[in-house]
């Protein structure tokens, strides 16, 4: 059995009923395990983390954008985090970074299915695009809801991959993807210095000629200043890559990281990675990891 | 539920019916997960290596027992490691550093039943010791089978823990114990000079006032020379700090680290804490590891 992850958003995050009664279609999933929700009222979103087989996963993620069209009425949601579907966003991501292809077939089965038995039209993006324009999520959303809504039927660039070619008259639409999985990884520096921090996010992000994969921006914090980086693929640049173009740009200027951290979760895979890095130790994999192990071996046994 | 290792070492390398029929009666255990056997013909010894709860881990390293009492006769037995019992050694290790009070007790209780039910005297040792001279097993193990055999009903300071005082006359006695996971670290250097090797070595392990809980000896390789280690406890001495300071000692005779290797299974905690110490990352544990959540995740919706 291969585990996968998905991450769908939801355009709700300020109903703690209608949140919990999202997150309950998908922990009733059998085989499925909840690992976190957060809800921010602010972007009035909700973002759910879980993880199964692919069979499974399609399932929960399915159930839980059934009862986000039931409850989620679009028309009358207004948050800060732009948005085109009651459940806006649905990503798989593999846990181990080789197992893509099983993210992708998910996403396709899946997205076939809520065109289909949900009439909400289905964009696919990120590993799973099937037209190349719409790789990026925010081209694929562009105008949100109320954009989508006029452009669908007369713009044949904006038609749907699968469903209908109108918005779901509440639900919007929702985008189905496919990514490796994504570190936001934030390092604080030892200084108040905010232009600091700002040009060596310029000077590191993929956008301005820097690592691949690698987004950055510089930032204020009450007691000195971060660069805040999303690593959008780990095995191109490494957790270790983006630490050591922040703190060598930042010694530099005389300056020195004070601490790091990572936000949210972290694939085995990035841990062992940078470990392999540090210590020149070729054939240190996830294999030898005894928990990783162990989590295989339950995994195998379910078979 | 909470998941312990253990790794019990049985004196039997050569005969793989044998081998089989012990490795058989670990994996028929239910809760028990088999992941990993070894033998060493030339040692005449095997090691396997297996997860579950303390009750089953108990359960199945006491079937394990039973069975290598009933087709291991000592009498008979040779080979170049030290060895006591058919069952020579059966150390319960925690998998996350925190639970070893659940190894302690996984060992007493195992010991208990050993020593009533199979009649074979019992030895505790390391982190499950009972008298503090026991602590370390070349001194429970001093004599092996035949010296034990003549000094165990003579010598007080010989009595088992568990059990009769008497050896079992096929299976001779076992020592049962609970430590941290052991780490075996290799350092590779660019250099054929052995003797950079051994006074490294010597420099670093604990014995000689080096390293907290770190073993080392200088060896020759076919292309080289290694430092090879053995971690007693991560949490003392890390990784990154064995690494370092066998590179550091390296550099100052002009020398450089080629690779490390680690042989067998790392904790988690080994590669999240070397993480955390080069990403100055202190809020980077276990618990943001994605594959370590799932299997927490899972074992927690088991229990």
Redesign the interface.
Same mark, same amino acid.
């Given at each position: 059995m291969t585990?996968i992850?998905c991450v769908p958003n939801f355009s709700e995050g300020r109903r703690p009923e209608v949140i919990d009664e999202i997150v309950a279609a998908i922990a009733g999933t059998p085989g499925v &395990?909840?690992?976190d929700r957060q809800s921010d009222a602010h972007h009035n979103r909700s973002v759910v983390t879980f !993880?199964g087989d692919s069979l499974a996963a399609q399932k929960a993620a399915f159930a839980a954008i059934a009862t986000a069209a039931r409850l989620i009425d679009l028309n009358h949601h207004e948050g800060a985090h732009p948005r085109f579907g009651a459940t806006d966003v649905v990503p798989f991501v593999p $846990?181990r970074a080789d197992d893509m292809a099983i993210c992708v077939a998910a996403a396709h089965a899946l997205g076939a299915r809520v065109g289909a038995e949900l009439a909400i039209p289905v964009y696919y993006y990120e590993d799973a695009v099937r037209r190349p324009e719409r790789r990026n999520l925010a081209d694929v959303r562009r105008g949100e809801f109320e954009g989508l809504r006029e452009a669908i039927g007369r713009d044949p660039q904006r038609a749907p991959d699968e469903g209908p070619a109108a918005v779901h008259p509440q639900a919007g639409a929702v985008a189905i993807g496919a990514r490796q *999985?994504l570190i936001a990884y934030n390092v604080n520096l030892d200084s108040t210095d905010l232009e600091l921090a700002r040009r060596i996010a310029g000077e590191i992000r993929e956008r301005d000629g820097g690592l691949p994969c690698l987004k950055a921006m510089g930032l204020a914090l009450d007691d000195g200043v971060q660069v805040s980086m999303n690593l959008t693929d780990y095995r191109r640049t490494s957790? =270790?890559a983006a630490?050591e173009a922040v703190r060598s740009r930042a010694a530099a200027a005389g300056a020195d990281?004070?601490?790091? /951290?990572?936000v949210?979760?972290? %694939? /085995?895979d990035a !841990? &062992?990675a940078? *470990?392999r890095e540090?210590? =020149? *130790? %070729? =054939?240190?994999t =996830?294999a030898?990891?005894?928990?990783?192990? $162990?989590?295989d071996? $339950?995994l195998a046994?379910e078979e």
């Open positions: 585990l992850e &395990t909840l690992l !993880v $846990i *999985a957790l =270790r630490f990281v004070r601490e790091s /951290e990572v949210g979760l972290l %694939p /085995e !841990v &062992t940078l *470990a540090v210590l =020149r *130790a %070729p =054939r240190l =996830r030898l990891v005894l928990d990783a192990k $162990i989590l071996g $339950i046994a």
